[in-house]
């Protein structure tokens, strides 16, 4: 089964075109064009902006990905896209159409809905947040064949979990702790009341004047810095619930940089402006405390949902799940307190948005006959829930 799958939730158009065949997964293209330097010198995502980005990039980022799988696939040189498109023998078209920003979605739905029209192929609505949580399956082969395509490999097989897994998913859009007692059966049992942990880790790198998107300067930086020299609070910590809130950390962070300000001496005040005059050790130091604050929130409260609900398996996704530190504490506090709890995670790359997890979620939806439909089925819906 061959799926092509659009992915424009958010800042990065992107298109994956993906064989399945048994658990083997070839991956024939997977293009990520992302927007971020258009969006950095706004501190963050403008909806128009990206809008009006996808619909530049749709056709271009399309274009790529045939011509990745004219190679891969075809020797016979230059083949016509109209061409190619009916040697392939694409099954089904697949596109993310929730959550995220309504007018960068719709323009990945409407691409998704012409190209099931035009192909006369059925449409899979995909939920974004489905599509992080189905990055883990896609497992590599012991002995592949390892050629990179964007920094991911091209072949993989699929992971076949045992239940129940707890899946923590931590995007710039949410902070989740979803129960999965079997394939597309979700249960939301803990959520972010306020900002979700990738936007506190963006807000924070804004305030510190570091750039967009925030969670991997932070990370970079944070490496240079000592992660006890500012003692952040660690919200709801043992608020004996799964939820979580990050802006009064964030808000924390934003009371210690004022009041270090503030406090400058004279008469060389620092000059204001977001992080402007801010030493550079200062700014390393906040960024590892803000950034262990996070981590020790997360990891505590998914270990003990784990505890709770005595999962087989604990999985991450979304982009806050690329952090490094993050990966290896997580490793570490399951090792030690839960040793039979298996922890699977995705590829880095796959972590932050892509089309190749929305091609994986849809496949999982095509073999269980959920959200397919024709061309016209599918409608973007900003505020889509994972149930
Ligand atoms: O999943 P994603 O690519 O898009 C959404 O669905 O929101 O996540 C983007 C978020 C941003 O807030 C970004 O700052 C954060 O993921 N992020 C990170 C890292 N890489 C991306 N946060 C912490 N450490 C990272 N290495
Ligand atoms: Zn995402």
Known sequence: MIILAVETSCDETAVAIVE?????????????????????KYGGVVPSLAARMHLKNM??????????????????????????QKKLKIDYIAATKGPGLIPALTIGVSAAKALAYALDKSLVGVNHLEGHIYSNWLTEFEKSKVYKVHKVKNDFKLWKPEFPILCLIVSGGHTQLILMKKDLKYKIIGETLDDAA??????????LGLGYPGGPLIEKIAKKGDENKFKFTRPMMHSGDYNFSFSGLKTAVLY??????????????????EGAGLPDKYKADISASFQQAVIDVLVSKTIKAAKQYKVKNIILGGGVSANKELRKQFGEKINKEIPNTKYQIPNASLSTDNALMIAVAAYYNI???????SWRSVKADANLKIE
């Open 198 to 207: 990738g936007e506190a880790f963006d807000k924070v790198a804004k305030l």
């Open 367 to 373: 073999i269980g006959e959920k959200n397919i439909g």
């Open 59 to 84: 056709a271009p980022v399309l274009k790529r990905a045939f011509k990745q799988v004219e190679k891969k696939v075809f020797s016979e040189g230059d083949i016509p896209e109209c061409r190619l």
């Open 256 to 273: 210690e940089v004022k009041s270090y300000s503030d406090d400058a001496p004279h008469p060389n005040p620092l000059p204001r402006g």
């Open 20 to 40: 399945f065949k048994e658990n083997k997964v070839k991956v024939l293209a997977n293009i990520v064009s992302s927007q971020v330097k258009a969006h950095s």
